[in-house]
């Protein structure tokens, strides 16, 4: 990893119900805040909240918003395509994606080159309940993980609610990342937007660049915003407030790991990834892959709690 500018950019979707026009104002206006960040801060890296093409709750199901989403690349994703070329900047951009038949939609993050050329697209592992297709909701899971190599370092993928899932960061930390973009349009609170954010810089040592979406989106649900970019000792660089804007951060590899706080004159003496217990690790390998759930009651009931096999 190269020293550089980084930049989230906080984003409100428009609030009218989802046509393919709200879908393609929102890219301009997203193309649009691109540009002026990145002429404003040099930025190399941008990040736009999660599903920005349309808001993170449609109000549609997942065979109407497939016939609205297009795959990647595609219409969802030639704005920015464009955007990253008329900047020289990466671009990653949230938004939902068609799948190979109808119905089925993923909640993809689109890491965009300066040339314009997707490098790579992430589908969401992790979608939040409300989402889940299996739940009543309209997006389909991914099944693998994206780490890309670019000219500013090898940069990991997750969106949202993959950020209360530890496994997802490690292996994509094992596999090299050196930083992880997290797109999001967060339900629920700000301290829990940034504490899982620096957790997850913390346990893996990497730097985490978090976009949050703002405003209100075509079901009439709210966000909050507080984008933050966190550093690989888990503290927080910089943090927006709730309305729409952009913040930025100089991320260079030579400090990441200086010390132990930024500033402090205690040099930083472990590694979270070199100092792994491996041992332990592989003797308890499917403990880590079996099913399991809290023991604690749900407010809503969990359909683990009516399958024996999810049971410890």
């Keep these: ?65 497939w016939d609205l989403v297009s795959a990647v690349p595609g219409e969802v994703t030639e704005t920015l395509q464009e955007a990253a070329r008329a900047t020289g900047a990466h671009v990653v951009w949230g938004s939902y994606e068609r799948g190979a038949e109808r119905g089925t939609v993923y909640n993809a993050s689109v890491l965009i080159g300066p040339d314009g050329a997707v490098l790579g697209t992430y589908r969401k592992t992790q979608p939040f309940c409300t989402e889940d297709v299996s739940r009543g909701g309209w997006v389909t899971p991914g099944d693998s993980v994206t780490v890309v190599d670019t ?81 690989p000792t888990s503290h927080t660089v910089a943090r927006a407030a709730s309305h729409e804007c952009w913040i930025s951060a100089r991320l260079d590899p030579a400090t990441a790991m200086a010390s ?37 009651p749900h407010g809503t009931p969990h359909p683990a709690d009516d399958d024996p096999a999810d049971r410890p």
């Design 260 to 296: 132990l706080t930024p500033g402090s004159s205690v040099p930083q003496s472990f590694d979270h990834l070199a100092e792994r217990n491996l041992a332990v690790i592989r003797r308890y390998a499917d403990d880590l892959a079996r099913p399991a759930r809290t023991g604690f």
């Design 1 to 65: 990893m190269r020293a550089f500018t980084a930049a989230a950019v906080q984003l409100a979707p428009d609030p009218a119900p989802l046509t393919s026009e709200t879908i393609a104002g929102n890219g301009a206006r997203a193309a649009g805040w691109v540009r002026r960040c990145v002429d404003a801060t040099g930025a190399e890296l941008v990040v736009l909240p999660e599903t920005a093409s349309t808001g993170f709750t449609p109000g549609i199901g997942p065979q109407a918003l």
């Design 151 to 231: 000219d500013l370092g090898r940069i990991g993928m997750a969106i949202c609610f993959d950020g209360d899932f530890p496994e997802l960061w490690r292996i994509q930390a094992v596999q090299g990342a050196e930083l992880i973009v997290r797109p999001s349009a967060l339900l629920r609170s700000a301290d829990i937007a940034e504490l899982t954010s620096r957790a997850r810089a913390y346990d893996n040592h990497v730097y985490v660049v978090a976009a949050n979406a703002t405003g209100t989106d075509p079901a009439g649900v709210h966000y909050f915003g507080n984008s933050h970019i966190v550093d």
